[in-house]
């Protein structure tokens, strides 16, 4: 089984916001990443503060940060309100240097180029105020905003690009705009209005890696160098190939049969 770089989840729940946003984040991130399996860090109340933040992505060389805080344009926060993450704090921007995160909270969308400036692979968050409407705990309402978000997440977390990933929750944010009822609407309209990404739109955490260019018709040897390749099949599987043009027929139409990248 290939084996995945942890995911981060954050899960303050201290007030209404994040008592909702913890119940989501746990059905939307948490459980769909630990079906897949891929390892989770599951920053629940008093984890979800800096200095665990901090040693759960550096300790554990998580690839994948996501969850529901409050925030600015500045920062994302954990438990009642730690600053998880800053982004004119310097040490923050190389703590996000090679992952990607998805940041469920109000305005921190605002920093998303700053981070992948400084060497995130990929951001999605939000620019504007991150609404959502409530009635029975935890379901109801709630369910058609945080569903939406976390559709970023699952479609990354099952090995999408980032351009993916926002084509899958642009539509579910428009999937719930149209059957949610008007009053419900103009706040789903408002957070699909505000959804921001920046970073390489073709990177995923756990996309799959390309395929190797050339492949040695005799073993495993596997490269996108055709001169590696090359050299491969001269020193360990033909040491007496003389150079062209005096190479044997026999040579030549045995490379025809194996594919072998040697000119005849």
């Not at 040693?55 to 009642?80: F, S």
């Not at 109000?106 to 620019?127: D, E, I, L, N, T």
């Not at 390489?200 to 390749?229: H, I, M, N, R, V």
């Amino acid at each position: 089984m290939l084996e995945r770089l942890p995911v981060v989840a954050n899960r303050p729940d201290f007030e209404t916001a994040t008592h909702y946003g913890a119940y989501w984040t746990n059905e939307d991130l948490v459980k769909v990443a630990r079906v897949i399996p891929i390892p989770v860090i599951d920053l629940f109340k008093a984890d979800a503060i800096k200095a665990k933040w901090n040693a759960a992505i550096k300790d554990n060389e998580a690839i994948l940060v996501g969850g529901c805080g409050h925030g600015n344009a500045t920062e994302y926060t954990g438990q009642n309100y730690s600053v998880l993450l800053n982004s004119q704090n310097s040490a923050d921007l190389e703590l996000m240097k090679g992952r990607w995160g998805s940041f469920l909270s109000c305005v921190f969308g605002q920093a998303a180029q700053r981070f992948v400036s400084a060497g995130m692979k990929g951001f999605y968050g939000y620019k504007v105020t991150f609404w959502f409407v409530t009635s029975a705990y935890p379901d109801g309402y709630a369910s058609l905003f945080f569903n939406s978000h976390y559709a970023f997440d699952k479609a990354l977390l099952s090995g999408k690009t980032m351009k993916e990933a926002w084509a899958a929750c642009d539509q579910a944010w428009l999937d719930a705009i149209a059957g949610s009822d008007v009053d419900t609407r103009r706040y789903l309209i408002s957070d699909h209005d505000g959804m921001v990404m920046a970073g390489d739109p073709d990177s995923g955490p756990y996309t799959a890696p390309p395929e190797p260019k050339y492949s040695c018709p005799w073993g495993d040897y596997q490269t996108d160098d055709l001169e590696a390749l090359k050299t491969h099949i001269l020193n360990l599987h033909c040491p007496i190939c003389p150079p062209e043009p005096e190479r044997p027929l026999w040579c030549q139409w045995f490379g025809d049969i194996v594919s072998c990248p040697i000119p005849k």
